[in-house]
Every structure is written in structure tokens, then in C-alpha cells.
């Protein structure tokens, strides 16, 4: 399957700590988002690479969300301290240079307790 | 206002019936659209593209009216399986391509 992957699936972690969640998009899609749902609503954007460039964070995207895509392939978005707030859906999402549709993964569902 | 606007719903009806959906958006410089479906606890995944001239794709149609800002998606012969999450994106032109989502509309076809 060479469709978009994420790591992990799920993940329940407790107020205040740290997580990493990784995203593996289609190798020949140079562009990755990164957007957050939660329940009863749409995807909403937090951050977009082009290649190895960050080129648009959104204002959701607080000071303790950070996310890289070192070599331009695979992503990681860590979120520091994490809050109850912060449990949602994690999305990535890739696509080809031209406009086309965007691919999403499965997703990683994150729980604060 | 938001970017992209979509009557959440749901929107409950017979198996066999035609049931149409609306989106309005706000950026006048958008250029692509889209419609995507997701099942409970899934990913999005694209129902079909939207072109200028319409399209249909078997049962499923989906229209853009530039002057009023507002894309359609029209299903015919509702099946229970069609019953999920119906999510209009659109993007602007430009580097950045941003595709953005509506809220959803819930569609339940019931027997």
C-alpha cells in the first residue's frame, strides 16, 4: 500500500507531557498539511511544507505545536505540554505539485487525560 | 464568517431517495473544489472533483456557480451505504494551495 501513513494509530497520554506523531506521505507528493478535527467537524488547517519548507502555519497552531519535514519525505508535528484541549484528530495530508486532490492518512487520535 | 460554510445536518432520508447538498464559500479567488466523504472515525476521502461545466459521476453530481459562490453535490437513489460525512473543500489559487474544509453535512439513509 503506498498510500499516506501515520504513526501512531492512537495515543492516550497524560496532561503536561510531550507527544511526536509521524507522517509518511506518497513518495512523489512534494506537498504535506498537517490539520486537526475534532468532533462534528471539519479538518481544520495547522500547517503546510512544500519539500523540506514550512510555508504556512495557522494561528491554531500555538507555541507548544511544532512540525518538520527534515529531508523533504516523512513529518513529525510534537506537541509540548500537552493540554485536554488538545485531544483530537491528527491528520496528514499529501499531494502532486499540480492542483489536485489531497490524499489523507488515517489519521492518529490523540486523548489527554 | 467562515471560510467555507456547509449546513451540518444531518440530513435523514429513505433509501431511494435524492437528497442535495450545499456549500457557499467566501474566497472569491478560489479555484479548486472538491467533495470528500468520511465514515465515522475515518479519513476524508475524495468523493469527486468539481469542474466549472459539472460532473457526474453514476448517482452522484456535483455543480459550481461561481457568481453565487456556492458548490452543490446531488446524490440520486440513496443507498444505506451512502449514509456518512460529506465535506465541500476549496482552495485558492496560489503557491500555497490550501485545501479548506467545511464542517460536513451527515447524511442518514435509512430503509
Known amino acids: 500500500d503506498t498510500g499516506v501513513s501515520q504513526n501512531p494509530r492512537h495515543k492516550i497520554t497524560k496532561r503536561g507531557q510531550n507527544v511526536t506523531f509521524r507522517c509518511d506521505p506518497i513518495s512523489e507528493h512534494n506537498r504535506l498539511y498537517w490539520y486537526r478535527q475534532t468532533l462534528g467537524q471539519g479538518p481544520e488547517f495547522l500547517t503546510y511544507?512544500?519539500?523540506?519548507?514550512?510555508?504556512?502555519k495557522s494561528r491554531l497552531l500555538s507555541d507548544r505545536f511544532s512540525a518538520e519535514r527534515p529531508k523533504g519525505s516523512f513529518s513529525t508535528l510534537e506537541i509540548q505540554r500537552t493540554e485536554q484541549g488538545d485531544s483530537a484528530m491528527y491528520l496528514c495530508a499529501s499531494r502532486r505539485p499540480e492542483n489536485t486532490e489531497a490524499f489523507f492518512g488515517q489519521g492518529t487520535r490523540l486523548t489527554v487525560v | 464568517r467562515k471560510e467555507v460554510e456547509q449546513d451540518p445536518g444531518p440530513f435523514n432520508v429513505p433509501e431511494g431517495a435524492t437528497v442535495a447538498f450545499n456549500c457557499t464559500y467566501s474566497?472569491?479567488?478560489?479555484?479548486?473544489f472538491f467533495w470528500y466523504r468520511q465514515d465515522c472515525r475515518k479519513e476524508p476521502k475524495l468523493l469527486m472533483s468539481v469542474y466549472s461545466s459539472g460532473n457526474e459521476d453514476g448517482r452522484f453530481t456535483a455543480q459550481l456557480n461561481r457568481a453565487s459562490q456556492y458548490i452543490s453535490l446531488l446524490i440520486r437513489d440513496s443507498k444505506l451505504s451512502d449514509s456518512a460525512t460529506y465535506l465541500c473543500?476549496?482552495?485558492?489559487?496560489?503557491?500555497?494551495?490550501?485545501?479548506?474544509f467545511g464542517r460536513g453535512t451527515s447524511l442518514i439513509v435509512h430503509p
Open positions: 473543500v476549496v482552495s485558492a489559487s496560489g503557491g500555497s494551495y490550501i485545501p479548506t
Open positions: 474566497n472569491s479567488a478560489s479555484q479548486s
Open positions: 511544507f512544500q519539500n523540506e519548507a514550512q510555508l504556512e
